[in-house]
């Protein structure tokens, strides 16, 4: 079975440092990859996905995560934190031809200081 | 293009209540899903649809809750009756197809069981 583990559940950084949110899985094969972010009160919205090719994906609003085989990691980044980057971001993972299913982990909480 | 929509957004009732909730996807998607997401912990996956059929139900708890999407459209989930540990938000999700697409996912309804 599919898993995924985010191991930090808070991180707090300030408004233009680096960021970085950790996310390890667990799958026999490939596996898709996604990061959504979710703002209080709002749906899950897609920043970036991996399916297959280039190990570094680039997604909406300045993420980038990339593809690690070797550790089992799909580790998020960006260079530059904005305040209304502030939000709890969820990695997840789905298996190749298991019809789009998506195992999510529990989720990192960021919190941006000024 | 339109999204997601779900209603209600809110929903208080007492245990061993019923419960309905609403969802109609983006045009066009043939898969729907109905995640539960439970304060602190990331989405899963109650039951997802391809079309008008069921294509996993594995965790749906079938004593006290069902889904229906009879004409391939919108989608009901319903609870009855209500237990206390099912207080959550119900996301609906719609991909354009199962495999190698993203799933959109709606705002939400937030089930609060007292």
């Known amino acids: 079975a599919q898993s995924v583990t985010q191991p930090d559940i808070h991180i707090t950084v300030s408004e233009g440092a680096s960021l970085e949110l950790r996310c390890n899985y667990s799958?026999?094969?490939?596996?898709?990859l996604f990061w959504y972010v979710q703002s209080p009160g709002q749906g899950l919205q897609l920043l970036l996905k991996?399916?297959?090719?280039?190990?570094l994906v680039q997604g909406i609003k300045g993420f980038e995560a990339e593809f690690k085989r070797s550790q089992s990691s799909f580790n998020l980044r960006k260079p530059s934190v904005h305040w209304s980057d502030a939000a709890e971001y969820f990695c997840a993972v789905g298996a190749v031809g298991g019809g789009n299913k998506l195992t999510f982990g529990t989720g990192t909480q960021l919190k941006v200081e000024l | 293009e339109a999204g997601v929509a779900q209603s209600p957004r809110y929903k208080i009732i007492e245990k061993r209540q019923s419960v309905a909730f609403w969802c109609n996807p983006i045009?066009?998607?043939?898969?729907l899903y109905w995640y539960q997401q439970i304060l602190g912990q990331g989405p899963k996956l109650l039951i997802q649809?391809?079309?008008?059929?069921?294509?996993?139900d594995s965790q749906l708890p079938k004593d006290r809750f069902s889904a229906e999407r009879l004409k391939g459209v919108d989608s009901t989930l319903k609870i009855q009756p209500a237990k206390l540990e099912d207080s959550a938000v119900y996301l609906c999700?719609?991909?354009?197809?199962?495999?190698?697409?993203?799933?959109?996912f709606g705002q939400g309804t937030r089930l609060t069981v007292v």
């Open positions: 991996y399916f297959s090719g280039d190990t």
């Open positions: 045009s066009g998607h043939a898969t």
């Open positions: 649809f391809q079309n008008n059929g069921v294509v996993d």
């Open positions: 799958y026999g094969a490939t596996p898709y």
């Open positions: 999700a719609s991909s354009l197809q199962q495999l190698n697409t993203e799933a959109f």
